[in-house]
């Protein structure tokens, strides 16, 4: 268990409809970072938090958003789903920025979009 | 999305036998991760390196940091049947302010019975 909990496990939802993603880092973790999986493009980062600001963003859709709330827990906002954001959706944090940045994996979210 | 080369693809081998992979980049990174992944499951952090030359061990696992920062290579020694899974490297570019992983395209590894 690497101490990141994501919700839910599961999303089935249909094309244009929005869904929220959950992540709560491991304790004393200040940055959030989201990744998305797919069998086509592997594992590519989206966009990443630290303690409550946007650090740095990756390949993510103007569809997509994120936030980082003050208890340090992060939400993925996925809206006008289309089929091909079909995925498996993975938070992660880490401690330090600099340095020793060893990024701990939650559970992940598998979104099936219909 | 960029990706880093990782070989093999996939590996057949037999229990208690040694695995070998590596990943190669165009790009120097300061740091260098293994990662392994079961089905369903996220990625579990199995070795950091954080110097070039840097040779780190995990147990049976024992991962190297290339002297050129520009690839790293993962050994596993006599395999077991839970060692089954997709290995993934993922490197840290020197780039203060943005520490995202950019990550290998996977190695599945089967064991044969």
């Known amino acids: 268990d690497s101490g990141v909990t994501q919700t839910p496990k599961h999303l089935i939802t249909a094309t244009g409809q929005r869904v929220t993603l959950r992540c709560s880092p491991r304790?004393?973790?200040?940055?959030v970072y989201w990744y998305q999986q797919s069998l086509d493009q592997g594992l590519q980062f989206l966009i990443q938090?630290?303690?409550?600001?946007?650090?740095a963003k990756g390949n993510i859709l103007e569809r997509f958003s994120a936030q980082q709330f003050p208890d340090l827990h992060s939400e993925l906002n996925l809206s006008s789903l289309e089929l091909g954001d079909s995925a498996l959706y993975f938070c992660?944090?880490?401690?330090?920025?600099?340095?020793?940045?060893?990024?701990?994996f939650g559970p992940g979210t598998r979104l099936t979009v219909l | 999305g960029q990706q880093l080369n990782q070989s093999p693809q996939s590996m057949f081998i037999q229990e208690g036998e040694d695995v070998s992979m590596n990943c190669t980049s165009s790009?120097?990174?300061?740091?260098w991760l293994w990662y392994k992944q079961d089905p369903g499951e996220g990625p579990v952090l199995l070795i950091a390196?954080?110097?070039?030359?840097e040779l780190t061990s995990n147990g049976r696992l024992t991962a190297q940091f290339g002297i050129t920062r520009k690839d790293s290579f993962l050994n596993i020694s006599a395999s077991i049947p839970s060692d089954v899974g997709i290995y993934f490297c993922?490197?840290?570019?020197?780039?203060?302010?943005?520490?995202?992983?950019?990550f290998g395209t996977g190695t599945r590894l089967t064991i044969i019975p």
């Open positions: 790009s120097i990174f300061n740091t």
């Open positions: 390196l954080y110097k070039a030359g």
């Open positions: 993922a490197g840290q570019l020197p780039n203060f302010g943005n520490e995202k992983l950019t």
């Open positions: 304790s004393g973790d200040l940055s």
């Open positions: 992660a944090s880490s401690e330090e920025l600099a340095g020793y940045n060893e990024q701990f």
């Open positions: 938090y630290y303690n409550g600001e946007e650090r």
